[in-house]
Every structure is written in structure tokens, then in C-alpha cells.
């Protein structure tokens, strides 16, 4: 049954914003701040640059591709079942990790409004609700989802421009003079470890196009939400870090936002940003029930996970099973705290999918160059720039980073293991079927 393609462009690109804008930009600033100083809002934008090779890469692949699963969909068909396995795990770990650290992060804040919130029974059953209301909004239609999300995306952003035309206005101007030395004197491992994490917090723009399905005319949808919502995040977390360190300064906080929503709204600081975080991550969760159950539809309808999650409801046209056990997974990971495995393998794990991802780029055109797609300008040289700079990014991972990596690519092979045998006797069954006639 043929899915519905609801996803226009300004939809495209709203759930690309939504996806991206967390709770990172909540509690980056700080760590950032502490690693460079005030060079910390240019490393927003080389971060922005790193990500604009990546997503040039990810617009031409994905707008030749019309089904659903996203980068998982792009790495097999470029590369086979194997390499796709792999690469989709680290995908759909980072799905499902980050729809269960917004639940997390949701009951957090609320517990600082309501204390109640924090205890144990009630907060288990706030994570649930909170998942369960855009799980079945997703469920009655692609396109009541997407609406939902956007909506939740315009009042998500409100509040960081309000705490950026509030900064600006209390800025003074620069109390002494910049030079390069501000560049310079952190050293290589600090920008490396600041860029890694901007990474993670760029991150979320290849979950948006996973809903393959129900985007409308792909070809051009894609590259346009893609690079206008990347656009968007890069100047909003641009102005943010820039804001904070003019307004609090260069000393490390654990409450950036706060602090500076404190310092210019005077009263109602922490009120203001704990109500921010709490839309933001409800948003985030939205969007991400919007497009990350495909990818769980996808692997199903490739024969790479049980069938039942490749069912469409007749009625509604959704991958209705597949979202409700994505809905249930995210709320056990936030409810039992074993997301916090799948967060540690984080950016390295994006990296990954980034570096497939790129890589097909070059395959796809080897194999594929009559495709009707968009063509990026010096494509394989950006892919072979952008997947350098990813393994740069990936050396900065500390030992238990790198040995999550290992273990998810080990769970990963036994996944495609199994797919492998499962094919096998599907067609062994099928030969003795036709034998026997």
C-alpha cells in the first residue's frame, strides 16, 4: 500500500529545524565557552560549514530515492545488505537515544515547576504521555503529524529569538579588543572536542528525510529543507552562543541559557528557560515520530527485521506498527535509563552514517549517473572533504566511545546474520513451493 506524500517543502524544512534545535543548544554553550573562550560562536560557524558538506552529499542522494529509511536506505542500496545493517543501527540508535534524552530532559524541567514530577511512578507516566499523544497523532496520518510538528516549531524557536533580540539589545558592545591569539590558544584539542560536540548538536537533519514515503517530489523537497533548515539552526545557535558569552562572559556555567535569560529578563530567568526546554524537547519528540518510525519500516520491508513492522494501516496509510513500537521503545529507554549506553556512542555513531552516506554519494554516481536527482558541483570531491573531516572528528573519541562503536557494529552483524538466514529460507520455501506445483 502506496504511503502519502504529505511532506511539502516549508513542512520539509520546519521538521528539519525541529530536528536539529534540542536540548543542546540548552547546555552547549557552556562547555563551549570552556573550551574556547570567546571564539566559541565562530566555532558555531565552522561546525555549520563541517555539516553543509555533509547535507550537500545527503540532498543529492536522498533525491533519488523515493521510499522511506532514509541513510540506512541510501548505504544499502549503494553498498548491499551488510554495510546497511551497520551503518542503519548507528541511525536508528541515534533516533531513538535522542527521542528518549528529550523525555529525559521534558520531566527534568518540569520537576523544577512541579516537584511531584520527579518522583519515580509519576515521572515514568509523564514520559509516557508525553510520547504518546504525537505517537497518535502520527498514527491517524502522516500529515497530521507533520502539522503538529511544525506548529511545535514555530513555538520552540520563539523563545531563543526572544533571548536574542534581548541579548543584542543589552549588548554593549566588546569590552576589549579580539585577536587571533583567542583562536590559537586553546589548541587542537579543544576545537577538535568542540567541534565533535557541535556536531551532535548540528546533528538530527538526516532523521527528517528517513519519511522517504511521504515526501512530495523528493528531488527538489529535500535539498530545500535540508539546506534552509540547516541555514536557520546555524544562525540561531550562531546568535545564541554569541549572546551568552557577551552577557555572562567567559566563565564556565552549567546554566548558560539561564544565566543569561537572568541577567537580561532580570526576573523570571530560570522560569523562562525551564518552559523552553520543555516545548523544545516535546517538539523534538514530535518531529521525531514524524520520520524515525520509517526507518524501523524500512529495515522490515527490506527483510532486515520482522515483517509485521513493514504493515501499513489500511485507513490511515501510516506504518502504524512500526510507529507504536518505536513509541514503546523510546519511552522503556527513557523509563529504565538505559538510553544513556546509546547516547555515549552519539556523535561518533552519526559520523558513521555521515560517512556512508557520502560514500554512496560517490558509488550511486558510478553506478547510477543517469539518475533523476539533483547534482551537486565537485560532489565526489565535497564527499571525499566531508568523510576526511568525519574521521578527523571520530580520532576525538575517548576508549569507551570507541568500544560502544565496536559493540553496536557487533549487534549490528548478528542483525544482518540473521537477516541473511531468514532470506535464505524464504527462499528455500519458495523454491519447494514451486517444485511441488
Known amino acids: 500500500m502506496a504511503f502519502v506524500r504529505s511532506i511539502g517543502r516549508w513542512t520539509m524544512t520546519a521538521l528539519v529545524v525541529n530536528s536539529i534545535i534540542g536540548n543542546s543548544i540548552f547546555g552547549l554553550p557552556g562547555e563551549l565557552t570552556r573550551l574556547l573562550g570567546r571564539a566559541s560562536p565562530v566555532a558555531m560557524l565552522i561546525a555549520a560549514l563541517i555539516v553543509s558538506l555533509i547535507v550537500a552529499c545527503m540532498a543529492e542522494v536522498g533525491s533519488q530515492f523515493t521510499e522511506a529509511g532514509g541513510g540506512y536506505l541510501y548505504v544499502r542500496r549503494a553498498f548491499g545488505r551488510f554495510v546497511g545493517i551497520e551503518v542503519g543501527w548507528f541511525y536508528l540508535f541515534g533516533c531513538l537515544a535522542g527521542g528518549a534524552a528529550n523525555a529525559t530532559l521534558f520531566v527534568l524541567y518540569l520537576s523544577t515547576l512541579w516537584p511531584a514530577a520527579g518522583g519515580r511512578l509519576l515521572r515514568i507516566a509523564i514520559m509516557a504521555a508525553v510520547i504518546a499523544f504525537p505517537t497518535l497523532v502520527n498514527f491517524l496520518g502522516v500529515r497530521r503529524g507533520a502539522n503538529l510538528s511544525t506548529g511545535l516549531t514555530i513555538v520552540k524557536v520563539l523563545p531563543l529569538v526572544a533571548l536574542i533580540v534581548l541579548g543584542l539589545a543589552h549588548f554593549k558592545g566588546p569590552t576589549q579588543p579580539f585577536s587571533i591569539a583567542e583562536f590559537t590558544q586553546p589548541g587542537l584539542s579543544s576545537w577538535l572536542r568542540a567541534l565533535l560536540l557541535l556536531i551532535f548538536a548540528y546533528a538530527g537533519f538526516e532523521f527528517a528525510i528517513a519519511a522517504g514515503g511521504e515526501i512530495a517530489d523528493p528531488e527538489r523537497t529535500v535539498p530545500f529543507g535540508l539546506a534552509a533548515g540547516v541555514a536557520v539552526c546555524a544562525l540561531v545557535y550562531m546568535l545564541i552562543q554569541f549572546v551568552v558569552v557577551a552577557t ?81 521503545l523510546v519511552w ?67 576508549r569507551r566511545q570507541a568500544l560502544l562503536i565496536a559493540i553496536t557494529a557487533l549487534l549490528a552483524t548478528t542483525n544482518w546474520w540473521w537477516s541473511r538466514r531468514h532470506a535464505a529460507k524464504e527462499r528455500g520455501s519458495k523454491l519447494f513451493t514451486a517444485v511441488s506445483r
Open 248 to 328: 555572562i562572559g567567559t566563565t564556565p556555567t552549567q546554566h548558560p541559557l539561564a544565566d543569561t535569560a537572568s541577567v537580561v529578563l532580570r526576573q523570571g530567568g530560570s522560569v523562562f528557560v525551564a518552559v523552553s526546554v520543555m516545548v523544545s524537547t516535546y517538539a523534538w519528540i514530535s518531529g521525531q515520530i514524524v520520520s524515525s518510525p520509517r526507518i524501523l519500516y524500512a529495515f522490515a520491508a527490506n527483510g532486515d527485521a520482522p515483517a509485521f513492522l513493514a504493515r501499513v494501516n489500511s485507513r490511515f496509510n501510516t506504518p502504524a506498527t512500526a510507529i507504536v513500537v518505536f513509541a514503546a
Open 332 to 398: 522503556l529507554l527513557a523509563a529504565t535509563g538505559t538510553y544513556l549506553w546509546i547516547v555515549a556512542v552519539g556523535a561518533g555513531a552519526l559520523l558513521i552514517l555521515y560517512c556512508g552516506v557520502c560514500a554512496s554519494l560517490i558509488r550511486l554516481r558510478a553506478t547510477q549517473p543517469q539518475a533523476k536527482a539533483l547534482r551537486i558541483p565537485f560532489g565526489p570531491a565535497i564527499a571525499v572533504l566531508a568523510i576526511g573531516l568525519s574521521l578527523t572528528l571520530i580520532s576525538a573519541l575517548d
